[in-house]
T-cell receptor
Framework: EAQVTQNPRYLITVTGKKLTVTCSQN?????MSWYRQDPGLGLRQIYY???????DKGDVPEGYKVSRKEKRNFPLILESPSPNQTSLYFC?????????????????FGNGTRLTVT | SQQGEEDPQALSIQEGENATMNCSYK?????LQWYRQNSGRGLVHLIL?????REKHSGRLRVTLDTSKKSSSLLITASRAADTASYFC???????FGQGTELSVKP
């Protein structure tokens, strides 16, 4: 089954304790992205990746890191989590249209990771 | 950067009624997509309309696009309680999403 898998589904941690949220897709998609969703703020993009070893900042990258060593995986790393990073996080992927470069295919979303930082 | 903005923020209707949601965006687009989110879950793609299309149908969904006004609408006909969800529009994978329209369909 084609899917985007995020783990864990729920995570409670303390300030400063490094954590990683994993994201994996089995659709051979080039494009992957992380979002956070907060009440009243919609979904905001954290980081995205156009392909292996190609990552770029979204709108709210501060406090986050990502890596794209393999096409299927795009982990989100919080080196030193803080309470303002308490949020609902989503990973998404899509095939990347080569032409036009700005075109877009539908995004496939994971089921989310609810993170609480105390 | 955020492109699409949905309106209204919340909509409450009775089962069987039609629901209309609107989306406005800022810059030129290749296509526009609508997504649905059930409470706390990931977004699910509903329908994509290309910039050279004016209207598109999929089951009970009807989407229109007016590029001159930079706006789109999503119509759900004969709504059901199961349509209760938040609905978002998006104009590109590198664009953010707005706050969505929270639709509540009462049985």
């Amino acid at each position: 089954e084609a899917q985007v898998t995020q783990n864990p589904r729920y995570l409670i941690t303390v300030t400063g304790k490094k954590l990683t949220v994993t994201c994996s897709q089995n659709m051979n998609h080039e494009y992957m992205s992380w979002y956070r969703q907060d009440p009243g703020l919609g979904l905001r993009q954290i980081y995205y990746s156009m392909n292996v070893e190609v990552t770029d900042k979204g709108d709210v990258p501060e406090g986050y890191k990502v890596s794209r060593k393999e096409k299927r995986n795009f982990p989100l790393i919080l080196e030193s989590p803080s309470p303002n990073q308490t949020s609902l996080y989503f990973c998404a992927s899509s095939p990347l249209q080569v032409s036009p470069a700005s075109s877009n295919s539908p995004l496939h979303f994971g089921n989310g990771t609810r993170l609480t930082v105390t | 950067s955020q492109q699409g903005e949905e309106d209204p923020q919340a909509l409450s209707i009775q089962e069987g009624e039609n629901a209309t949601m609107n989306c406005s965006y800022k810059t030129s687009i290749n296509n526009l997509q609508w997504y649905r989110q059930n409470s706390g879950r990931g977004l699910v793609h509903l329908i994509l309309i290309r910039s050279n299309e004016r209207e598109k149908h999929s089951g009970r969904l009807r989407v229109t696009l007016d590029t001159s006004k930079k706006s789109s609408s999503l119509l759900i006909t004969a709504s059901r309680a199961a349509d209760t969800a938040s609905y978002f529009c998006a104009t590109g994978p590198r664009e953010g999403f707005g706050q969505g329209t929270e639709l509540s369909v009462k049985p």
